[in-house]
């Protein structure tokens, strides 16, 4: 059976087109296979999955997880989203309840196809509509915790303070230069920060973050950010600053299949 599709849920601003786009495509691709060409021989399925990218939840993959039979439903009974609701809370509210038991995995799949779009720069910048993927990154995802001191803004001498906002900007600023100075294809983002409590007068006693590293190397990606995780640290004690850090995601990249990726060119270079 070849499988094709994709996924509903997108990253914050993500825009409509990233995941719908491959669900709907293999939806519309499929009708036309059908009327042009009758029956396949083959079966082809399409498929469209939630809360693959982790932007509402702390958890990554769902839909496709459980089409493998590697999703534990008790990993989310208790998980919330930034405004307090529950996993199982939304799946309800969209019509669906949480298996009881790990679903068992698909066997049946042959192939798995996707048409996604670019969500970044180089083709466009090459004068390219289409390109042909030929690896997955692997990505490792953090939250981090800062603890240092509350203090009123104006009473508190500088080098008196505890101010996790600044080991925040050195930690930013390090990495980020550490990153472009290592070079493509790795990428490093620190998505989300929030300080407390987070007002005008007074100095940030606590900050949390998030960090998305990614890259096609495992080693590579395992390198650089375990060597991340030491400048952090090492950058909290100078500022007498403590750290939580929490690798909450840490997914391998997976090269895709040579047969499909030598087959997808001839595909897509008449429209390309």
């Not at 293999?26 to 396949?40: E, F, I, N, R, V």
């Not at 391998?252 to 047969?259: D, I, R, Y």
Request: aromatic fraction near 6%.
């Amino acid at each position: 059976m070849i499988l094709s599709g994709s996924h509903i849920d997108t990253v914050v601003n993500g825009g409509n087109l990233d995941g719908q786009f491959g669900a709907l495509a293999a939806w519309l691709a499929l009708d036309w296979l059908k009327a042009t060409y009758g029956a396949p021989l083959r079966t082809v399925e399409v498929v469209s999955m939630a809360e693959e990218e982790g932007s509402r939840f702390p958890y990554v993959f769902w839909g496709s997880k459980n089409i493998f039979g590697l999703a534990n439903p008790e990993e989310v009974r208790h998980i919330q989203d930034a405004k307090g609701t529950g996993f199982v809370d939304a799946m309800q509210a969209c019509g669906f309840t949480l298996p009881a038991a790990p679903l068992a995995a698909r066997t049946d799949i042959r192939a798995f196809v996707e048409l996604h779009i670019e969500q970044g720069c180089v083709l466009e910048s090459n004068g390219q509509s289409i390109g042909v993927v030929n690896a997955i990154v692997g990505q490792r995802r953090y939250t981090v915790t800062l603890n240092g001191e509350s203090n009123h803004a104006g009473t508190t001498p500088m080098g008196y303070r505890r101010d996790t906002v600044h080991a925040f900007s050195r930690i930013c600023s390090q990495s980020i230069e550490k990153a472009k100075q290592h070079g493509d294809p790795l990428v490093l983002t620190f998505g989300k920060v929030e300080p407390q409590p987070n007002t005008v007068n007074v100095v940030p006693g606590k900050t949390t973050f998030t960090i998305d590293c990614r890259h096609t190397d495992a080693a590579v990606l395992r390198e650089f950010t375990e060597q991340l995780e030491n400048d952090m640290r090492a950058i909290c004690d100078e500022m007498d600053i403590s750290i939580d850090i929490d690798l909450w995601m840490d997914e391998a990249p997976v090269p895709m299949n040579a047969e499909l990726v030598a087959a997808s060119p001839g595909c897509v270079k008449p429209n390309n």
